[in-house]
């Protein structure tokens, strides 16, 4: 490689042609020697006077700007060959990645506006919209400066998603129900938490009494306990405290026998004693602030889980976890980017200090419990698939830097397996089934599939890897639950036209199809005999379209009819990844009956839950074999049950202990292991299933 010399103080060009790398070493005035790092086989690199580069030595760092739709730009500077999706997760700029960025799910579609990428092909980006500048970010490296457009949808998943949060009547009334259920089992809404106003004597030359004697014997003498004990927290801010307000403060704490746990002093109009319910799911994470005393909700609300740009499950986010760095990048994900803007939006909806908050409990599985505390979570997936912990005790807001007093408990609902967590236990207990004879199978249907089953006497858990198929990954089409997304659809025996439900505003139009959608249409192609019990396109007509090589696809909506101008459609892959995620589940439920000796006949209720459960059309479930085929009677749908659970917890030492009960006496069955599931999970992997006797009502009109 050439030396070359030139002066410093002018605006400077170097063309070079088939060469890549250039050194530079400032020398007085010359440059020479070094690295530099120019796109394509020839290029340009200009340099004003007095510009220094941002690194060591020198080095070139492309600048990439996200032009973010609806929202600011944002400008990194990197190195040549970073990742376009890494950088972005490195940037905190959302773009949607289910399978984590190994190029199967074709959802971080973003559009390069100016400058240079080098992305490999995909299926996902046909030629003309390569052409167009549309780019997987996950298979696309950073060679030069470049302007990068991010769509609305990459990040929709964030604040627009739909969720089980309480934000319809419908919602509450059965979080109100289950609650109202739970009261009616023996379980008391009662907790030890208190808010008491004292007025203290102030000190004096004759009365030099130390604060926190002073403080003690007021509360001995307001509660009648015997015991005060004061922590660190509350000391070091006691003296500036009572003399604020002259010394007239209210103390907030719990009451344990003839101790009191003294957890906040402050000022005497701030009486809010507050509890937080936390439901972390895989794709959102739900919250409320209750008031301890009342169990009056305060505020609630909700956003899709941060953690969701390193895939779309829970292996590969243990798989990301793994990586250099990773545990603390997961857990900021959730806690920094998730959970903490909820909390203050909800003490700022509420009106209340973050410190009133004393007690919090978290609904969540196994993985997300590991990630939300920073604990390895290898484990959990690599055999004999043993957690860190099922249950945690002492864990406090201030060991992970909640926006809650640092005293406040943090109850984690216990795990039970590997991939039965404390959503599960929190969403049995909601539900009521181990204070009934009955026998009732219990489904929390999301990114992954748990099931309960069992009354009062024994209770059988497991789960199932149904993958993202429920939240729109491994879809073509697929979508979440947000603005767009087609959630309900009903086809014309005889035209073969849908008629389709779009999440949003009036007027929207079809962006993709999320979970519940894709069970109606599915249903809907198999009862109007357009697809066959393999998923296969077996009629023909306008909707229904067939690639060079033969497979067929339905199309919801034309281009014309779509809100990005691209076709809508479901294709025989998507029916086949589909077939396999709603196989998983019924195997799982078929498995665990068969565990215990018992038949599809015997279950006299069946609760569904979970965020996808509010949609599901559970005629249309059965319909295509994902559920038994029960009286649609016996069907309920009981919302957010981690959720309500939480609350239960939150709001009551008995639901906590109950809660506690229900985990230890529910067996785990470990499907991987157990002997037949893979054969009932074969066959089920059909429309209904291979035996259709075991679905007398599945219906094909034609």
């Known amino acids: 490689m050439g030396h070359i010399k030139f002066n410093i103080g002018k605006k400077i060009l170097i063309s070079l042609d088939n060469c890549r790398q250039l050194c530079y070493t400032k020398r007085k005035n010359t440059i020479s020697g070094g690295v530099i790092f120019l796109p394509g086989d020839s290029g340009e690199f200009h340099r004003m006077a007095g510009h220094r580069p941002k690194r060591k030595g020198l080095i070139f760092m492309p600048k990439v700007v996200f032009q973010i739709e609806g929202g600011k730009p944002v400008t990194v500077e990197c190195n040549v060959g970073d990742n376009l999706l890494e950088l972005a997760r490195r940037s905190n700029v959302a773009i949607d990645a289910p399978c984590s960025g190994n190029g199967s799910c074709g959802k971080c579609r973003v559009k390069l ?32 400066d470049c302007t990068i457009f991010v769509p609305d949808i990459a990040s929709a998943y964030q604040s627009r998603m739909k969720t089980a949060d309480l934000s319809s009547p419908k919602e509450v009334a059965i979080f109100d129900e289950c609650q109202e259920n739970l009261k009616h089992s023996g379980i008391h809404f009662k907790n030890a938490y208190l808010a008491q106003v004292l007025t ?98 305060l505020a609630k609300g909700s956003s899709g889980n941060g953690q969701i740009r390193y895939g779309a499950d829970v292996i590969n986010r243990i798989i990301e976890q793994g990586k250099p760095g990773g545990k603390k990048k997961l857990q900021d994900a959730i806690l920094k980017e998730t959970l903490v803007p909820i909390l203050a939006n909800l003490c700022k909806t509420a009106g209340i200090n973050a410190r009133s908050i004393l007690r919090l409990c978290v609904g969540a599985n196994t993985t997300m419990n590991h990630l939300f505390v920073g604990v390895d979570a290898q484990s959990v997936r690599m055999e004999p698939y043993v957690p860190s912990f099922f249950h945690w005790d002492g864990l406090l807001a201030g060991d992970l830097k909640l926006p809650a007093n640092p005293l406040a408990p943090v109850l984690i609902a216990p795990n039970i397996g590997s991939y039965v967590g404390g959503d599960i236990t929190a969403g049995t207990l909601a539900s009521g089934i181990w204070d009934k004879d009955e026998m009732s199978l219990f489904i929390d249907l999301g990114t992954n599939g748990e099931i309960v089953f069992g009354n009062r006497d024994f209770l059988m858990s497991c789960a199932c890897s149904a993958g993202p198929a429920f939240e729109g990954g491994d879809i073509s089409c697929g979508m979440r639950a947000t603005d767009g997304a087609m959630e309900a659809v009903t086809i014309d025996v005889d035209t073969m036209e849908p008629t389709a439900s779009i999440i949003g505003d009036a007027g ?21 005999g357009i697809i ?58 078929d498995t665990l009956l068969k565990s215990v000796d018992m038949t599809v006949d015997m279950i006299d209720r069946v609760y569904v839950a979970g965020g996808i459960g509010s949609g599901i059309n559970m005629k249309n479930a059965v319909n295509i074999g994902m559920f038994p085929d029960v009286d649609i009677e016996k069907f309920h749908y009981i919302g957010n049950s981690s959720l309500t659970g939480a609350y239960a917890m939150v709001m009551s030492n008995e639901a906590e202990a109950k809660c506690a009960e229900v985990a230890a006496n529910m067996t785990y069955l470990e499907l991987s292991t157990y002997p037949g599931y893979m054969d009932s999970f074969v066959a089920a992997c059909f429309l209904p299933h291979t035996d259709r006797s075991l679905f007398p009502h599945s219906i094909q009109e034609r």
């Open 508 to 528: 929207q139009k079809c962006v993709g199809i999320c979970g519940s959608g894709i069970i109606d249409l599915i249903s809907e192609l198999y009862r109007c």
């Open 113 to 144: 506006v100016e400058g240079e990428l080098e992305s490999m092909p995909t299926r996902h980006i046909s030629d003309d919209e390569y052409k167009e500048g549309w780019r997987l970010s996950c298979a696309s490296k950073v060679i030069a």
């Open 532 to 589: 066959n019990a393999k998923g296969l396109f077996v009629r023909e007509g306008k909707r229904v379209k067939r690639d060079a090589h033969g497979m067929g696809r339905y199309v919801v909506a034309f281009p014309e009819e779509s809100e990005t101008e691209r076709e809508v459609s479901l294709n025989e892959v998507d029916i086949d990844n589909f077939i396999r995620a709603k196989g998983a589940i019924f195997s799982a439920i």
């Open 200 to 297: 203290l004597a102030e000190p004096s030359l004759d009365d030099t009494m130390p604060d926190n004697e002073r403080l003690t014997w007021a509360i001995e003498d307001a509660l009648g306990v015997e015991h005060v004990r004061i922590p660190f927290p509350v000391m070091v801010k006691l003296a500036h405290t009572l003399r604020e307000n002259n010394f007239r403060v209210c103390v907030k704490g719990e009451k344990k026998g003839d101790t009191f746990e003294c957890m906040e002093v402050c000022a005497p109009e701030d009486t809010a004693i507050v509890g937080c319910a936390i439901d972390i799911g895989t794709t959102t994470v739900t919250m409320v602030l209750t008031d301890l005393t009342s169990g009056k909700l």
